[in-house]
């Protein structure tokens, strides 16, 4: 098994590796340098971190005037006070502006816990998703946090990159054929009856439905789509014309997110049978994060279930 | 300053009120009251000596740097930075019309010498700071000036840069408040009273400075102590004029967003021209 670590330690350490050769590079918080573990990057650069304090609208604006005089800056804070707080921000002086601002938002999705619904946000996806420009980036594990982060400091514009509080296996260090590409999904295993399709910490979850499905003679496609947006059309639309199903696994709202980008594609397309699994338009709670996962439904045997529904539905369709 | 630089600058002042009645007319919309009551402050700063830039190479990394917060003001910047040289002045009449480089609010991708695209409220000076912070950084002394309105300032986002910037010492940033009391919904002491301005500014750590924003001594002045402050980030409350120079737009809540007609053109066009 994989080892586990949390997607947010990778944008402490790939900061603090990028520091080192982006002088460029400056690093923003609002009073979560620790939680977001942009702290890593303060030890090592103090000169090139700023501390906004508990203002996020300012950092954006702040951020957009540092890209607008040649910096590249990462603003971090919680996905809620990043993408939801400051959405106007974001879309105004780092979207419209096409800045080079990179937004590193953690604590995304129900898997934050005992904080409970004020700081899970599951909407986040969507609201970046509808800024012209905007990419949006979701990593499956560390190696793949880092990655994207890497990947996205070295692109020009405006990136959201969302980082998760949860420890999840780091599948990605252990495949020797791994490559990342902004934009481009990862086949991981192919498969013929259903194709599930997962970003985030749903990828471990979507290969461990296919040892699920494999035991009721289902042979399962597994795609992460670490890129929401631009969508990889082209691969989701492949894999959906040869299995004839598609499940799409996240933890966000299934209104506006990976779902819904899925969704359009498909429908534009190659329509074929569709499930979603997701936080299904209800608000999150307090728990652990492995408790608050299954009972909202993100767990490998609810995307084993709905990858076998759609299946049933297209057999029997 | 010399009678002839003074002579010089509100002769400029009025051409950057000609400039914002006629787009604003060709547009048929628009915000002129705004923009009327800075364009005094306008002609200081691009003209004057105050702001050291290049309107043959607008992107020059070592310029000073000018966000306009209340963007809606657009249309006195279009016209300051036509007559200034960044682009023809017959482009002030393609404002707000699809294919023009002159968006109803400021665009730093499309139209030459404008440092920020603005328009929301209380986002500007924010970038404003980020500008300035990053000149500390790379050890550059360009200075950034952000020109934000009194209505603005109800914006709480106002308070977090105000915050940000004192925290950083940020003393090579001027905001420039245009007092000009009126804001969409009325006066600005009705709608929601942000005085005392000094009082708030000097306990956020800034230091205050006044002006009459259509006496161009006074704005000289208080420009002059704001460069010479350091320590601390600087303020100029400009006490303006809404719609100052076209006597029926002055002091008038009802000129902030919208053109004139055939008729209020001519009279305003003659007013501005000294003929009426």
Redesign the interface.
Known sequence: MADKKATREALGDELTALGAVREDL?VLTADLADATRVEYFRHKYP??F?E??I?E???????????????V?VASSFAMFAAGRAF??IR??IG???LNVKIAATHAGVSVGEDGASHQCNEDIALMRTIPGMTVINPADYTEARTALRAAVEMNGPCYIRFGRAAVPDLSAEDENYSFEIGKGRLLSEGKDVTVIASGLTVAMALEAKEILKADGIDAEIINIHTIKPLDTELVCASAKKTGCVVTAEEHNIIGGLGSAVAEALSENCPVIMRRVGVEDVWGKSGSAGALLDIYGISAANIAAKAKEAYLAKKNG | MEITKRQELSEIARKIRIGIVESTNAAGCGHPGGSLSIADVLAWLYFGGEMNINPNDPAW?DRD?L?LSKGHAAPALYSTLALRGFFPVEDLKTLRKPDSHLQGHP???KTPGV???T??L??????????????K??NKDYRVYAIVGDGESQE??VW??A??AS?FKLDNLCAVIDLNGLQIDGKVTDVMDIAPMDKKFAAFGWNVFECDAHDLDSVEKAFTAAREAKGAPSVILSHSVKGKGVSFMENNAGWHGKATNAKEFEQAMAELRGEA
């Open positions: 400056v000169e090139r700023i906004c304090g203002a609208a300012n950092m954006m604006g702040v951020a957009a005037g540092l890209a607008a005089t040649g910096k800056a106007e921000q105004n002086s419209y502006t096409e | 990394a740097r966000v665009n730093m991708h440092d920020m695209s328009g929301s209380g986002q500007g000076i924010s970038a404003a700071c980020g500008m300035a912070l990053s000149a950084l790379d709480g986002e977090e840069a915050m940000f925290h």
